[in-house]
DNA sequence: TAAGGTTACGGCGATCGTAACGATC
DNA sequence: GATCGTTACGATCGCCGTAACCTTA
């Protein structure tokens, strides 16, 4: 057993169990990579791999408990080489931030502006995806570093930290009906609604509150980021609900905003990261950074 | 980086630093194992031991934090060969267990036994130890299984489940005073005392219950085991406080037991294992017997 | 001077690449 | 015939062992 060998495990789930694939990604030909694996699965004693005639097509029981051991070395393998970089110089490195819409453009530009004051030296690279998504993004070493409002709770081998709470807003043109007067469950849901799409920024705790309201909303349009809500409200479809901190007095002097803490709990966004993964010093300054909103 | 260099820091610590052991204990000369070294910190880009003169005297901090991985990556080694092996037949194996003398004498036997007439194949190994030294031994791979009273709740690092829950009794000759009568606090606490040493087989219950009551026990004698107990309560040194189970009607009918469940809590005796270490199939089977007393 | 570690160098074997072949869609 | 995988074989490079040397208790 070597480290090749469980690279190549690795590299053979991110491929479909494509041996061909796999090889190129090592930078291998073909046959040496078929050749390890037979190495392998001798060493073992069984095969890792169901096979249709040649194919791998699928992970045996084995195959998938081995599979477990395996992610457990490649990310140690990681730390290692990430906690030796960071020794040599914390100031320079990359960080892969994975985020949503909202947050992306409402949250973070202030604290990755004063990060990148600290660590000019530090690369940061953004990748937008849905709250799924993103948890998936960690879990593949394809981000270090996940932002959002959901979902990121309910993962066990997440680190999650709250960065900041906020309410939810209700938006309108101007001379809409519900710029004025209290404004309540009733009278919301009286209007057509545009808001978030499921999974998305604070949308489950539109649902439970509204549901335990009694009063249904009719969602007209559900968009993943706040842009389009805004778009959509302007052309006068409905009222749109989004994040508080959505909403600009200056870019948005076309619309009114309305606070809607006394009808939806409070939203909470957090940072999460994988628990196995070791993160260098400006991450985890990075990670103060959020905190200071 | 590959697993043998891996294998080399984690045999470091085993021998003390020491390059010549750690050679002799991977069947390779001292030069190739100085080889491996220089071309790991190398790689890595800072050294990982203090040296002085050509001598590894300690750990870098970034050698200490390395060796965290390395850790990681020798358990998931090690698991992957267990798992295979139990894969291809898991009637045939190995279970090393460490416990104390009172476990091993007067709780597993019947479980042992039980186990072997299942699994005839698998080669059981005891070692006996404290139980701080039993927690050693998980951690160091010597041990899979630890069976004990005292101490294994407070690792995070364990997995423990409770086997059964026992009280203390005290015993005594059969002319002695306290053969007869309640038992109290102050009665008990009027006579010289042998009991188990610290650390061991309840003896924290006994601390516990005492200092709660107020008065002071007189401990003249503290042993690990208890047939030591025995045969100076046989000489008339005290009053014997031992596990109930220790007691055995036939053999001990020279002595009088009296039950203390009125004045010491429940003990109860837990089985540990290491949270990362993947037990075959025969193991938790083992685990299950234990469980049925 | 014994014990622990490094450096230099030659030999051997593991692993790779080339290439030809087999199977499956 | 395009894609995917295996087998055979020669070449290469990494790693080991020998051996000489250095350093410190």
Redesign the interface.
């Known amino acids: ?4 060998q469980i690279e190549l495990l690795r590299i053979l789930q991110e491929t479909q169990l494509n041996l061909s694939k796999a090889a190129e990604k090592m930078h291998v030909v073909q046959s040496a990579v078929s050749r390890q694996l037979q190495l392998f699965e001798e060493e ?3 095969p890792l791999f169901e096979r249709s005639g040649k194919k791998l097509i699928a992970l045996t ?2 195959g998938k ?2 599979m477990v ?2 992610e ?2 490649t ?3 990681l ?3 990430t ?3 960071d ?2 110089d914390s100031n320079q490195g990359t960080i892969h931030i994975a985020t949503t819409h909202t947050q992306a453009k409402y949250f973070l530009p202030n604290p990755i502006q004063r990060f990148r004051k600290k660590y000019p030296g530090v690369r940061i690279y953004m990748v937008q995806a849905s709250p799924e998504q993103l948890i998936y993004q960690l879990h593949t070493h394809k981000a270090d570093i996940a932002i959002c409002t959901e979902k990121v709770d309910s993962d066990f081998e997440l680190i999650t930290q709250q960065c900041y709470q906020w309410h939810h807003s209700a938006i309108m043109p101007k001379d809409h009906p519900l710029c004025t007067g209290e404004i309540t469950y009733k009278r919301l849901a009286s209007y057509p609604i545009l808001t978030y799409s499921f999974g998305f920024t604070g949308r489950s705790n539109i649902e439970t509150a509204f549901k335990q309201s009694g009063c249904e909303l009719d969602i007209i349009l559900a968009a993943a980021d706040t842009d389009v809500i805004k778009t959509y409200v302007r052309l006068g479809l409905g009222v749109g609900l989004i994040a508080g901190m959505a909403y600009d007095a200056v870019i948005d002097q076309d619309l009114i905003a309305r606070d809607l803490s006394h009808l939806i709990p409070l939203s909470s966004t957090k940072v999460a990261y994988l628990k ?1 993964n ?1 993160l260098p010093l400006y991450s985890q300054h990075f990670i103060e950074e959020l905190m200071l909103g």
């Not at 057993?1 to 090749?4: R, V």
């Open positions: 057993m070597n480290l090749s073992i004693g069984s029981p084995l408990r081995v051991e395996v457990t070395i990310q140690a393998k730390n290692i080489q906690i030796a970089a020794f040599l196995q070791y």
